[in-house]
Each structure stands twice: as C-alpha cells, then as structure tokens.
C-alpha cells in the first residue's frame, strides 16, 4: 500500500511510476479524497478541543455562580455527544475511501526495470547450461507419465475435477524427493529458517500480502457448511455488477455468514505475515524464511490455457523463500534469493534462463521480479519455475511490520521479498522432460538419489 504522505509530496514521481505501469495519473483524485479525510479529521479535532474545553469552563462558571453561562456551556457539551460520534463515523468513512482506493493501486517499479507492455518486453538477464540433444523426439511429461502409469489425470477429475492429478509410485516419491532436497538446502546451506506454517489464513493476512482484495477471484475459501436458511439468505444477499463480478457488499455478506478462511496461494502469505503488526529490532534483520507446503489458486483467469497436464493446477507444490530486511539492504537481498533459487536447478543440472520482468508483466506488489525460466525439452519452450520480488514497504505497510534502530527510535517499515525456491510440480515436469530416456524411464539426477533410497530410474 501507497503512503499518501509520500504521494502529497510527490505527485509527479508517483504518476510517472504508474504511468509505466500503464496507467492513468491517480494523484489528484487520491489528493481530492484525501483532502475531504483530512478536513473532516480538523473538523472533529477543533470539535474535541472545545468539548474539553467547554467541560472545563462549566467549572469555572460554577465556581463563579455565573448559572447561566453554565448551563449554556452544558448544552454545548451535550450538543457534542451526538456531534461528535457523527464526526467520529463520518472520519472512519473517510479513511476507509481512501484506504481502499490506496489498496487497488500496484506498486511502482524501481528505475532500473524495463519498460514494456507485456512479457515480450522482459529482457534476459542470464542464462545457465545448454539445451539437450536427444537421439529421439522428447516427449512432454505428461506423455511419459501416463506411459509409466504414475500420472493419473482421468482419476483425479473424478475426484475432484480439472487441474488436477494423482502421483503414485515413483513419480509420487520423485515429487517427494525435489521438495524435501531443496527444503534441505535452502535450510542447511542457504540460511533460511524452515517453517511449518498454516494452510489456512485470515482475511488480513491475505490482505498483508496483497492477494486481497483485487485478486479475491483467484483463491479458494475454506467455510464452514451452511445451512439451507443460510444459503437462502447468502443467494438473497448476492448482487452482481453488470461484468459479472461479485459486490463488495456481497462477499461481506458471504464473510459474515460463511466466517470462512482462505486456502493460501503461495507460503508466501504466512510467512510473510509472521512479522505483521511487529515493531523488529533492527539488529535481527535479515530474516530469512522457507516452507515446503501445498498451494491453493482457483485459475479463475486461466481458461484455456495449459489443461494439459500438471504446469498450471488448482493444487500444486511449492518451497517458497521470504526475507524481511531493511531499506538498504533489499536490493542486494534480492540478487541473493534469486542466487538461492537458482543453485536448486544448478544442482539438479536443468537449462534455464533468468529474465528480469518489464513494467507491464510484473506483479502486483513487486518492485522488480527476477523470474528463473526452465527449458522443457517436450515442450521445446522456457516455463516459469521462479518468481524473485522485491516489494519494499509495499507489503510492510498493509501489514504495519517496523524495525527499531539500536537507539530504541522506529526507523520506518521493513522491506519484504519473496521467491519460489523453487516450484515442485514445474521442477518435476522439468527433471522428467529433460532425464527422460528412449524407453520412456526417467533417469534420477544424481543429486535426488539419496531421497530416493537409491533409486536411479524412474519406471526401470
């Protein structure tokens, strides 16, 4: 989130950043409202002044036997106690105008990121390992797996629909393998603390991070079962807009009937929030996190895209990577995490490229984004495996996490970043693809075998 002051005493620099973003100028229209906050917060400050005042003067009229002007000064005082509370709720609405425009608006990108519209305007950063040559036409993953009969599609759409899969036998213990050695060396050798975090999260966590509430269709929420009068009652409350979205007002509704949780997308919300509402000591920064848990995303934008096989489900696994440091330390924890995730694929000797992300591809929170792109052989195409960002106080502030110098004084917001360290499902289809041999089998990188109990073929 924008820190309005910030945008009052920079208006040009903030509309130039969204302008690279591609849009509008914002500044006069968050200046206007916030203007309308700031009158009525003066407003309800000279109000409170004179009640205490007032208050103060009916003593003295008192003391001076002056009744009348005592009893003036008590209807004032009682004037106050219904002005007030008016006042009071009339700030608290203008507050919250402002924060939730504040809320819809990304961040800026730092000066260095490139211009562009989309992902064609993404610039390669560098790149590691050569393409493989194959004395045969690769096959993509899900060609292979369904030849082992370790990856079962038709089975899980029976239990649960599209996007999803069932692993079993060495397939399922390969997936296994990735996550537990990466989770290893990110730990061990890297310095993260590894996390066991909740699945499920609260509304202001997903908020902290930015998932709410512009990308509410793209989670999964967890509520308890209702009944047929609440469902009733839910159906009566849902209003739609004309394109078909669900109201503010209505997903209130649904929050306050449902009193549900939110699946997480990414570890990348729980760990994050670890520090929400902290003030830390500056002494304890860096800190670094990493988690190896399940990930949750409807795809509500993915239509068509990728149904196909296991590079885009509505449940998947991931080793995320989270740091919170300060200001001046950020851009060099950044170039650090990206090294982190790339040493993953370094080890398991898989080709890939590190593109940093232009102004109209970048993400919503982030300041700049690394992404590692992996090359799949059956594919013949780079896919995403990483996404390294840098937010600044973007996160921090929604979050209200701070950090204290030695001095004691508060120093400002931390800096948080975030990294898949890196994708499980993207980095099995990535081993499969590029170690498949001729008769189908998948051989196991060197690196994997000891997860594997010695195993060094998959379907051998």
Same mark, same amino acid.
């Given at each position: 989130m924008h820190d309005i002051r910030w945008i009052r005493e920079n208006p040009d620099q903030f509309d130039r950043g969204l302008k690279r973003r591609g849009l509008a100028p914002l500044s006069a229209e968050l200046?206007?409202? /916030?203007?309308?906050?700031? !009158?009525?917060?003066?407003?309800? %400050? *000279?109000?409170?002044?004179?009640?205490?005042?007032?208050?103060?003067? =009916?003593? %003295?009229?008192?003391? !001076?036997? /002056?009744?009348a002007r005592a009893a003036a000064l008590m209807a004032e005082v009682a004037a106050f106690k219904t002005d007030i509370p008016a006042m009071e709720a009339e700030e608290r609405e203008a507050s919250k105008a402002l924060d939730d425009r504040l809320a819809g608006i990304p961040n800026l990108p730092l000066d260095e990121v490139p211009d562009g519209a989309d992902e064609h305007g993404n610039v390669e950063h560098h790149h590691f390992g050569e393409k493989r040559h194959y004395g045969? !036409?690769?096959?993509?993953?899900?060609?292979l797996g369904e030849a082992l009969g370790m990856m079962d599609f038709e089975t899980a759409a029976k239990l649960s629909g599209a996007r999803f899969v069932v692993l079993q036998q060495g397939l399922a213990r390969l997936e296994r393998a990735l996550g537990q050695f990466m989770l290893d060396l990110h730990s061990n050798e890297h310095g993260y603390t590894e996390v066991n975090p909740p699945l499920l999260v609260r509304d202001d966590a997903m908020f902290g991070t930015a998932q709410l509430p512009k990308f509410r269709d793209d989670q999964f929420r967890a509520g308890r079962v209702l009944t047929a009068e609440q469902h009733q009652e839910l159906f009566e409350k849902m209003i739609y807009e004309e394109n078909e979205n669900i109201t503010d007002d209505a997903w209130q509704a649904y929050d306050q009937i449902s009193n549900g949780l939110w699946l997480i997308p990414t570890a990348e919300v729980p760990l994050t929030n670890l520090v929400r509402?902290?003030?830390? /000591?500056?002494?304890q920064l860096p800190l670094r996190f990493t988690a190896l848990t399940p990930c949750f995303r409807a795809e509500a934008g993915a239509a068509g895209r990728d149904t196909r096989g296991m590079i885009r489900q509505h449940q998947f696994t991931k080793v995320?990577?989270?740091? =919170? *440091? *300060?200001? +001046?330390?950020?851009?060099? %924890? #950044?170039?650090?995490? @990206? !090294?982190?995730? +790339?040493?993953?694929?370094?080890? @398991? /000797? @898989?080709h890939y490229r590190v593109m940093t992300l232009c102004t109209g591809d970048m993400g919503f929170a982030s300041q700049k984004t690394f992404d590692i792109e992996v090359w799949l052989p059956g594919q013949g195409a780079y896919r995403e495996i990483s996404s390294c960002s840098i937010c600044g106080e973007f996160q921090a502030r929604r979050m209200a996490a701070r950090y204290k110098g030695k001095d004691g004084k508060v120093?400002? #917001?931390? #800096? *948080? @970043?975030?990294g898949s360290g890196v994708a499980v499902g993207r980095a099995l289809i990535a081993v499969m693809e590029t170690y498949q041999q001729a008769d189908g089998t998948i051989e196991v990188p060197d690196v994997l075998r000891p997860y594997m109990g010695g195993m060094t073929v998959v379907g051998g």
């Open positions: 200046l206007a409202v /916030d203007e309308r906050r700031r !009158a009525v917060i003066q407003k309800l %400050e *000279t109000a409170q002044a004179r009640r205490n005042a007032a208050s103060k003067e =009916i003593g %003295e009229a008192k003391k !001076a036997k /002056d009744e045969f !036409a690769p096959r993509q993953h899900f060609e509402e902290s003030i830390l /000591d500056e002494e995320e990577l989270v740091s =919170i *440091t *300060t200001p +001046e330390e950020s851009k060099h %924890e #950044h170039e650090r995490m @990206l !090294a982190c995730a +790339e040493e993953v694929l370094r080890q @398991l /000797d @898989l120093r400002g #917001h931390v #800096h *948080t @970043l975030n």
